[in-house]
């Protein structure tokens, strides 16, 4: 299956326990551009790829292109 980043970024947030609205206060961003970014209607930004990979503990092409070398699974 295909995953997509926004695919990506919701099963790291639902693996890690985290809901939309945290996220959003930790990259001090509107819960709209979370749930936007969720389903691929926003394009994430550097910022918020770097916070995000920090507080995943994943790799930058593990979001971007679901390289698993660096997950889990």
């Not at 609205?21 to 389903?39: C, G």
């Not at 691929?40 to 916070?51: F, G, N, Q």
């Amino acid at each position: 299956m295909n995953m997509t980043i926004g695919s990506r970024l919701k099963e790291l947030r639902e693996k890690n326990n985290f809901t939309q609205k945290q996220i959003a206060e930790y990259l001090d961003y509107d819960l709209s551009y979370i749930t936007k970014l969720e389903k691929d209607e926003k394009i994430l930004t550097v910022y918020a790829l770097e916070e995000l990979c920090d507080l995943y503990n994943c790799s930058e092409e593990y979001i971007l292109y679901g390289n698993q070398e660096d997950s889990d699974e």
